[in-house]
């Protein structure tokens, strides 16, 4: 069972791809109620944070960066649960990260989440591209990062069901990298005019096909 905390733009996407991957999922939210509709469209169940949480062996994290440390609290151990930070430390107005480049939102979220086995994915790219990572040339780009190889495995496995080209980048510190990686998307998209649908694709040769040193 994979809860999906925040039910906003991100929320919604994901809820579509774990449909897609034939996963189990209910969606934690503050006030339940205000996504009564959403849950009725989708036939799934809208509950509050920690019974979302406590139901799950996926936690997804789709809330506002502020919000997190709130979320991580509501546990006092997470007994091992998978806890996916899907959060960006955005300053106001796109004004570019709060947090970097010694460190980065998913390693303190880390810290503070006792138990729990974090894995930073799904952050890099526009909710657009979370509901329909598909292009006509190749898969959206998906950088995952994680302490844990276990749980990186199964969200690698989880984002390649969902349609990703998802990339193992090895431990959490790597979040250093993918937290600016997301926010060159916010800049392409906004401050250079690309718009929002347009998705970043790994190409790679293998050595036989390589231009050869000179
Ligand atoms: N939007 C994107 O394209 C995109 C792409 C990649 C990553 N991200 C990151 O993903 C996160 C979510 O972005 P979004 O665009 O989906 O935001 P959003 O549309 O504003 O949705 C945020 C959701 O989080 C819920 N929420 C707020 N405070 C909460 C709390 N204390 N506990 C639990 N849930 C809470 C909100 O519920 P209420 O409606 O009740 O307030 C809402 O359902 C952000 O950290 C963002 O940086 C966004």
Request: aromatic content about 6%; glycine content about 10%; hydrophobic content about 50%.
């Amino acid at each position: 069972m994979i809860a999906i905390i925040g039910a906003g733009n991100v929320g919604k996407a994901l809820a579509q791809r774990c449909r897609v991957a034939g996963e189990t999922f209910v969606f934690g939210t503050p006030e339940p109620a205000k996504y009564e509709s959403l849950g009725h469209d989708l036939r799934v169940a809208v509950l509050g944070v920690e019974d979302a949480i406590r139901q799950a062996a996926i936690v997804i994290l789709a809330v506002p960066h502020a919000a997190a440390a709130g979320v991580v609290a509501l546990l006092s151990d997470w007994e091992g649960r998978i806890l996916v930070d899907v959060t960006n430390p955005i300053a106001p107005e796109l004004g570019g990260l709060t947090i970097g480049t010694s460190t980065s939102a998913a390693e303190q979220l880390a810290a503070a989440a006792k138990g729990a086995r974090v894995v930073k994915a799904f952050n890099t790219t526009g909710a657009e591209n979370l509901a329909n990572p598909q292009y006509p040339s190749a898969a959206t780009f998906l950088p995952v990062c994680g302490d844990d190889s276990g749980a990186r495995a199964a969200v690698v496995d989880l984002a390649l069901r969902m349609g990703f080209d998802a990339v193992d980048l090895g431990p959490l510190r790597a979040a250093r990298y993918t937290e600016p990686f997301a926010m060159m998307w916010i800049h392409m998209a906004y401050a250079c005019g690309h718009g929002r649908q347009f998705a970043f694709a790994r190409i790679q040769r293998t050595a036989a096909t390589g231009v050869a040193a000179s």
